[in-house]
């Protein structure tokens, strides 16, 4: 979990339903209202797995514009009205684009300088309203937008790393001229954009798949051995770096070892690349499922899974096989 301190926030709204932006004066008072709103979409945001790390040059206009909002509050506020008309008009090209408010955030996040745009899509939600009609009363419910839950995922943000120069970003497909397609990026930031963690786990898994598939390194599902050192890398606190775990659940044989690294370098996988924000939890990383061919599933831990412990495989001359299980006390139906 990272630790966020957070400095000022201020609050802008793109109201597309009317064409225009709203915009305020003057920053949330974060000492007297509850913060948990704010504080629920930040680590919303920071650890969303599809953030996207852009290439931009150390120049970027929006670097430059949240560098000079961190040196005065006259600046924060002309900067942030700037960047939301430019925002504004690209989502204008965007198909029945919701209402939304930009949330401009300053802070730090693990001691680093930050500046957070997260943007907060309206959703139509359904209302009670009473009203009067000829002297009578009347309840009815009515479709309205409001914002999402403070625990509905971030769809949109700009990370801006005022310490580090980079450029990270949480996008959404949108309909542009009738086909999906991303606009926050392609039409407004113009950077090169880097793999995501989701996308860095699904190469490790399918790198380490093929090359067991040339190399028969395992016995049994190569990417329960990946969960296996996923896990040990979490539980001790270690970065999690792609390239390093697939060589690694594969080191006992070095021709395969010196196949993953040429493959994940070609599909962009560095060696100092590290995974941030795991894709899935901690509990599920240490589950595994066999699927067997008529659709039957098994799951089970990843440890015992590798150990062979507690579950037992035998094939016979006709190539089936036979699965056993082990030292059960209780079998409950879900």
Not at 150 to 167: F, G, H, R
Not at 293 to 321: C, F, S
Request: glycine share 2%.
């Amino acid at each position: 979990m990272n630790t966020t301190i957070i400095d000022k926030i201020l609050i802008h709204m793109l109201d597309h339903e009317h064409n225009q932006v709203i915009y305020s004066e003057s920053f949330i008072d974060l000492e007297h209202t509850t913060t948990e709103y704010y504080d629920k979409k930040i680590e919303k945001c920071l650890t969303n797995t599809s953030i996207k790390e852009l290439i931009v040059g150390s120049e970027h206009h929006l670097l430059k514009l949240a560098k000079e909002m961190t040196e005065d509050d006259e600046t924060f506020i002309i900067n942030s009205k700037l960047i939301s008309q430019e925002i504004f008009d690209v989502a204008r090209r965007v198909e029945e684009m919701p209402n939304s408010n930009l949330l401009f955030i300053e802070c730090k996040v693990d001691g680093e300088k930050m500046m957070l745009i997260i943007k907060i899509n309206y959703k139509l939600m359904p209302i009670s309203v009473i009203e009067e009609i000829e002297g009578k009363q009347n309840i009815r419910f009515s479709m309205q937008q409001c914002l999402p839950a403070k625990t509905a995922a971030v769809e949109e943000a700009i990370i801006l790393n005022l310490d580090k120069n980079t450029i990270s970003l949480i996008e959404k497909r949108f309909m542009i001229d009738g086909k999906p397609g991303y606009y926050l990026n392609d039409q407004y930031i113009k950077g090169e954009p880097k793999l995501t963690d989701k996308q860095k786990m699904s190469i490790v898994n399918k790198v380490v798949k093929k090359v067991d598939s040339e190399y028969h390194v395992f016995d049994g599902e190569p990417t329960a051995a990946v969960k296996k050192e996923m896990i040990e890398l979490v539980m001790d606190h270690k970065p999690i770096r792609p390239m390093e775990v697939a060589k690694k659940v594969v080191a006992n044989d070095y021709n395969a070892s010196e196949e993953v690294e040429v493959i994940m370098k070609d599909l962009g996988i560095e060696e100092d690349d590290e995974i941030v924000n795991i894709p899935i939890s901690l509990e599920r990383m240490s589950r595994c499922k066999l699927i067997l061919d008529d659709d039957r599933t098994i799951e089970l831990n990843v440890e015992d899974y590798l150990n062979q412990e507690n579950i037992v495989t035998e094939t016979d001359e006709a190539g089936l096989t036979t699965i056993t299980l082990n030292n059960i006390k209780e079998i409950k139906i879900k």
